[in-house]
């Protein structure tokens, strides 16, 4: 079966300090990868998704950008923490070999402090 | 784009009773519609998903139905349980195909004992 890692479960940082934010999906190959922003436990906001190694879509300008450095491993970064990045960062995943929209996975969720 | 907009943000029920959530969403195009659940600290579950070719789909306690004229779906909870209490999101894509997903806003449901 699949399953869907992330870590830390919890970090704090200071503001100005760089961030990387480390996602990886076993047991399918080939997946679709988003990373998620989610504000007072509500409501979730696409920040990046990628269909394939190297292949990055932004849905919103920020101060943050994604990698996929490998099939099934997807990463969040920055390279200066702003006070506005707080929040809970959800990785996920879909099968990208499907036909039509499929459904996505959510990981457990990273809780980010920026002090 | 696509918008989705869920009623109500927060719904209390009586242990035992039935909960519905809605949805409605604007691209005509949309052709899958699924339900999460999260339990606080966790990421969301998917707990069911209906496409467009059906009106409703169940399982166990949970249905989801879809009405395809008026743009909206709507999740079904029966028999209510205190471990039913959680926050629930619909989501729908923009068009009917691609790989994304826009999400409601979220109902916070919460069943007394």
């Known amino acids: 079966s699949q399953t869907i890692h992330q870590w830390p479960a919890t970090l704090v940082q200071p503001v100005g300090s760089p961030l990387s934010l480390e996602c990886t999906v076993e047991g399918t190959s080939n997946p679709n990868l988003y990373w998620y922003r989610q504000a007072a436990g509500r409501g979730l906001q696409l920040l990046f998704y990628s269909v394939g190694i190297g292949q990055i879509s932004s849905e919103v300008p920020q101060n943050l950008s994604a990698s996929r450095p490998q099939d099934r491993q997807f990463i969040l970064s920055s390279k200066k923490l702003l006070l506005s990045d707080s929040g809970f960062y959800l990785c996920?995943?879909?099968?990208?070999?499907?036909?039509?929209?499929?459904?996505?996975?959510f990981g457990d969720g990273t809780r980010l402090s920026i002090l | 784009g696509e918008n989705v907009e869920q009623h109500p943000s927060t719904l209390s029920v009586q242990e035992g009773d039935s909960a519905v959530i809605k949805c409605t969403y604007s691209d005509s195009a949309s052709n899958y519609f699924p339900w999460y659940k999260q339990e606080l600290g966790k990421g969301p579950q998917l707990i069911i998903d209906i496409r467009s070719n059906v009106g409703e789909k169940k399982d166990q306690r949970i249905a989801v139905t879809l009405n395809k004229t008026a743009k909206h779906f709507s999740l079904h909870i029966t028999e209510t349980q205190p471990e039913d209490s959680a926050v629930y999101f619909c989501a729908a894509p923009p068009g009917w195909y691609g790989n994304k997903l826009v999400f409601g806003a979220g109902t916070i449901l919460r069943v007394k004992s």
């Open positions: 996920a995943w879909s099968n990208g070999m499907g036909q039509g929209h499929q459904p996505q996975h």
